[in-house]
């Protein structure tokens, strides 16, 4: 074991550690970073998009402040790399689209178009084709500031709010965080607003003309001809229906907002949002716009820096998640149930239980309501990943505590309504989604919209392992329920033994989860497919015993699946899997086992610049910063046994 730290961006000398010391100095690091309320929190870092959307979006309003603008432009500049480009996540390509919303609020910041940092996110833009090329959230940006037509965007009708929910491309078609977003944006798409900016972007166009129009016996084709359609009756909409659509509309969004002014606790609704209420006539001042923007200021980062202070905005935060994979982490390094850090974490989950009905009632009207969401604030949407992880750890919980404590009986309550409404949450097809049950109507996807992401949310493996994992733990191994679950787990395993993951990086995280959930459930570790998991993980594993996955695995497979940087929250989700395996004195195990250890920070923390968790696979990607933190505790208690 070397005694050298050599992290990204320093190298440290100290005397090695063991495994019962790395992982004692991590706990003590956790425990640190607790808040008093008995919740844990780490920043969610994603791109310099939604600094510049922040931007734009009081540019438009008429509220942008010098200190906001140069707060934001310090930190916009200080993330473009060398070639002048921004991209989505640490290492990855230059992104057009990012790059393009960057320059936009850098000029209007100040930065002149011919200084050299301008000039050269300028060539990469020309480069990729110019705004032309951008997707369709960076043209209706532009397109409010008149920098772009909207006769040259889809057309969203907000009559859709009219569809029934048994009628495709209705509202509840769409996955929660898109349907958050289009509803408003039918609000904005039908008033067409154009606030000029004080210059314009002509630099940034190239003259392309556009793309050649689909074939019109393909899908892209019948949505062509249907988007031209809808244009032609956005020019004369019947009026009075129109108007009824955006109030409708309106009535829709007010209803979702949360306790905290957001929208489903994420920019992206949020923002749109906000503008679709403005422009109907509620004035700035309006509760709820005003909450609005109050919420955002708490989703604000600000520091010092040698430059100035800077901000930067969270696309979300991750509370709830975060103390429970915390809580998962601290039982399984040994820490009692009794410690006091264990039971302020989980009197403050138990607080956060949601026990109204939300959208995912739609689909399942009499399913009674329990469960988590991912945030402070979220109430319309629990979903079951963060609903499996809590139950997990309430149950290690309450198996620790003294018959008559009244935490325990509390714990038990929680535990059965949130069995209750996962096991409710299954799709037909046997898996789980996050946020909505049957959300599996790809018709959405192919609208010329849709060039942003997932845009519906079905079963996915990793999603699915945590609430088989879940189920087995809570003894119902042998429920129907577990069973489809294990068997769409089987049926959705990759030919080269791994498993996709949907809410990590990638392959790695689908496997990491899939392989002890598994295990869990009754499949033995010498099964076929648990064997070619974990032949897939040591064929994977780099030379310095880690594991990392390059988030181009999500749109180049064949390259990058399993392959890339070593970071320590892939090298424990591989590690987890191996674990569970039976792997424990393997050579990838101990290998493993000495890469975080030999990686760890004096204080008991790890560095990871490396995106590893994903919003929307190809296009949205989050650095988790506690991720770094609590799955090496629990690779490592579980390595070691410890936990009582």
Request: proline share 7%.
């Amino acid at each position: 074991m070397t005694s050298t730290i050599d992290a990204a961006t320093r190298t440290v000398d100290q005397p090695p550690r063991s495994v019962a010391q790395a992982l004692t100095a991590a706990i003590g690091h956790l425990r640190g970073r607790q808040d008093a309320a008995g919740w844990w929190k780490g920043e969610l870092a994603t791109n310099v998009t939604m600094d510049a959307e922040d931007l734009l979006l009081r540019e438009f309003l008429g509220i942008r402040t010098e200190q906001r603008t140069q707060e934001a432009a310090r930190w916009i500049r200080s993330q473009q790399r060398a070639d002048g480009t921004w991209a989505l996540f640490h290492g990855g390509p230059g992104d057009l689209s990012t790059t393009v919303e960057a320059y936009v609020v850098l000029k209007l910041a100040g930065d002149a178009v011919d200084a050299p940092h301008m000039a050269r996110a300028r060539a990469f833009i020309l480069a990729q084709g110019g705004l032309e090329r951008t997707r369709v959230f960076t043209r209706i940006w532009m397109a409010l500031f008149g920098e772009w037509s909207w006769d040259d965007l889809p057309e969203l009708p907000p009559e859709m709010i009219f569809l029934p929910r048994w009628f495709p491309l209705n509202v509840y078609d769409w996955a929660c965080w898109a349907r958050q977003t289009v509803v408003p944006l039918t609000i904005v798409g039908s008033i067409r607003p154009v606030r000029p900016l004080p210059f314009d972007i002509a630099e940034l166009r190239t003259g392309a003309r556009p793309p050649r129009p689909p074939a019109p016996w393909t899908w892209d084709g019948f949505f062509h001809h249907t988007d031209r359609a809808l244009k032609l009756y956005a020019k004369r909409p019947l009026r009075p229906l129109r108007e009824l659509a955006q109030r409708r509309a309106a009535e829709w969004i007010l209803a979702r907002q949360e306790a905290d002014g957001s929208w489903g606790g994420i920019q992206p609704p949020w923002v749109y949002s906000l503008l679709a209420l403005h422009l109907l006539g509620y004035p700035l001042d309006h509760p709820a716009l005003k909450a609005g923007f109050e919420g955002l200021e708490s989703f604000t980062i600000r520091e010092e820096t040698d430059e100035g202070w800077v901000c930067r905005l969270e696309a979300c935060q991750s509370p709830v998640w975060d103390t429970a994979l915390a809580l998962v982490a601290l039982l399984d390094a040994g820490v009692p149930a009794t410690d006091e850090a264990v039971r302020r974490a989980t009197t403050w989950l138990l607080g956060e239980e949601i026990r109204v009905r939300g959208d995912w009632s739609v689909r399942r009207p009499t399913l009674a309501p329990g469960g988590w969401a991912f945030e402070f604030a979220n109430d319309i949407y629990p979903d079951t990943d963060d609903t499996a992880e809590i139950v997990l750890a309430l149950r290690r919980v309450a198996s620790g505590l003294p018959d008559g404590d009244p935490l325990k009986a509390s714990i038990e309550g929680a535990i059965g309504r949130g069995v209750a409404w996962t096991v409710g949450m299954q799709s037909r097809d046997g898996g789980w989604g996050a946020f909505d049950a049957d959300n599996t109507r790809t018709l959405a996807n192919k609208l010329p919209f849709c060039d942003f992401g997932e845009v519906i949310d079905p079963p996915s493996a990793d999603v699915t392992a945590h609430v088989v994992e879940m189920l087995a733990v809570e003894g119902r191994a042998a429920d129907p329920a577990t069973q489809r679950g294990v068997t769409w787990l089987l049926r959705s395993q990759e030919a080269d033994g791994s498993w996709f993951g949907r809410w990590g990086a990638n392959y790695i995280y689908g496997t990491g989860a899939a392989v002890p959930a598994l295990v869990e459930a009754g499949v033995d570790p010498g099964a076929p497919a648990i064997r070619a998991a974990v032949h897939w993980l040591v064929a994977h594993q780099n030379p310095d015993g880690g594991w990392g996955e390059d988030l181009r695995s999500y749109d180049d497979p064949a390259a990058w699946a399993g392959k890339g940087t070593s970071t320590a929250s892939q090298t424990a989700w591989a590690l987890l899997a191996l674990l569970a395996a039976g792997e424990g004195d393997s050579d990838a195990v101990r290998t493993g086992i000495d890469f975080l250890i030999s990686t760890q920070r004096p204080d008991g923390g790890w560095d990871e610049d490396y995106f590893t968790g994903t919003g929307f696979p190809g296009d949205f990607y989050i650095n988790y910063h506690l991720y770094r933190v609590v799955f090496p505790i629990t690779a490592l208690g579980r390595y070691l046994g410890v936990s009582p």
